[in-house]
């Protein structure tokens, strides 16, 4: 059975038997034999070192890459493409320097068929959002006038306002400072705890994945596939200077640098 | 900037102001505002121009005084032919440049949009472009004969290529991961072109328009200097039949001003349009 029995929405199965880019000297094979199952509301880190596949798995998720062998299930449907079903924010902001704060969060649902939200209820969101983000004070302002922090805030809103199952980022704090990156972490639990939405993020920070993740799963490349699954039942919020955290983080380092070390999933 | 660059840039400018000799207090520095600075060269010409002139070592047949150029205007205007031919000359401008510039958006935008008009038209455009385009005046003036056709057909020319190139390779160079923002929220085609694309190559669409304004003005020269009963370059050439340099140089002046005007005109409206966008 491919749909959650307790009837909340945003389950996702992931089931690719290959993908495969086309390269000077023939096919690249970028990912083989990913099978991946993810709750409703669960949140899930991918991480790996770059060329693991990673990107390219949340890709297909979003609907971005359609030529695999396989299928990626929503709540027990195929998905076909993108939707709005699907929020994705990238590591860039991608927001449109013409418009302000407002219009770029109001774009998210610039696709949604008019009679399906109406426009009262698509301000209110777009408010909302806004709020949510922490950034009432700056609806009117351009991209050009926000930090790289602020910029991911817009981006994460706008990938919300459509009310998405699921959230798809993309090392989204990976330009930012360190800092500003712990900062929006934390935001991040919180923007997740308010939405319930299944979240599934893509990292190279394996700091990052165990301070955020229910379970991390651990990436390798050449061809990318799934090398082990870590669940991490530490409760929230998390200290990253805890023994057992530490011990994590020890763990799926070990997994990724040490040739054929099994990490230990903590109790 | 972070606090330690600041402070290294204060080390610096302490640094460096030990090492700079202070200028004495005592000597009064002229401070000329820069925008001034632009101005003085043109201005002593002028003056110079105008002593050279009422001293009579400039020959006042070749060179006259820019006081009688700028009397000739004057005199012109008086009599109502620097309105008439001045509109005649803007009117020209303003069909013709209407016509390439709107021929220029849609062929630019066909073939920015769509790869397979890309790839029917470009070859043959840029082949045509690689013609100065005065080179077909003898071939227009042969089919369309010596009135306006021809005249606006040379113009409308000169400002469909800047339009047409600008807004063709715009629309080829739209920031792939925009296009994908796009294509995540499922916008229509028809929202990908106006919520995307149109912002998006607003600003080298407003580039290309104004450098075909600039042509149009450069075109409708050539066109009426060709032959022409009424407008600006007319009156050059009547200016260089009767011997009258006042009158070739108000015409320059004329055929200036109007540029610049229809150019300042054009960037204001980009201005506008571009708004609060960075750069």
Known sequence: MLTDVSGQAGAVVIRIAKKTFAGSQGEILALRDIFLSISPGEFVCMVGGSGCGKTTLLRIVAGLETEYEGGVFLDGKKLTGTGLDRGVVFQEHRLLSWLTVHDNVGFGLAGLPRQERSREERSKDIRHYIDLVGLDRFESEYPHQLSGGMSQRVAIARALVGRPEVLLLDEPFASLDALTRMRMQQEILRIWEAERTTVVLVTHDIEEAVYLADRVVIMSPQPGTIRNILPVSLPRPRDRTDREFVRVRKSIHDELFVPGGTGTPCH | ?????????????????????????????????????????????????????????????????????????????????????????????????????????????????????????????????????????????????????????????????????????????????????????????????????????????????????????????????????????????DGEMTGRASIILASVILFATLGKATDWMMSAVGRKLLGHRAR
């Open chain 2, 1 to 237: 900037m972070s606090t330690a660059e600041q402070n290294q840039r204060l080390i610096w400018k302490e640094a460096s102001a030990e090492l700079t000799p202070k200028a004495p207090d005592n000597i009064r520095r002229i401070h000329i505002p820069d925008r001034l600075l632009g101005w003085i060269i043109p201005a002593s010409v002028l003056l110079v121009w105008e002593l050279l002139a009422r001293l009579g070592m400039l020959p006042s047949n070749w060179l006259p005084a820019p006081t009688v150029v700028g009397r000739t205007i004057y005199e012109l205007a008086v009599a109502g032919d620097l309105l008439k031919h001045a509109g005649t000359t803007t009117a020209r401008v303003a069909v013709g440049f209407l016509l390439g510039a709107g021929a220029g958006t849609v062929l630019g935008g066909l073939t920015g949009y769509l790869p397979m008009a890309r790839k029917l038209f470009d070859p043959s455009l840029q082949a045509l472009r690689s013609v100065p385009s005065i080179a077909w005046i003898p071939l227009f003036l042969l089919w369309l004969g010596i009135q306006e056709t021809s005249k606006i057909t040379l113009i409308a020319l000169g400002a469909f290529f800047p339009v047409y190139l600008n807004l063709s390779v715009a629309i080829l160079h739209v920031d792939a991961k925009l296009l994908e923002v796009g294509k995540l929220y499922r916008l229509s085609s028809f929202q990908m072109v106006r919520r995307l694309i149109l912002p998006a190559v607003l600003p080298e669409y407003i580039v290309g328009l104004r450098s075909g304004l600039g042509l149009a003005w450069m075109f409708v020269v050539a066109a009426e200097l060709l032959g022409a009963s009424s407008g600006i370059g007319y009156l050059m050439v």
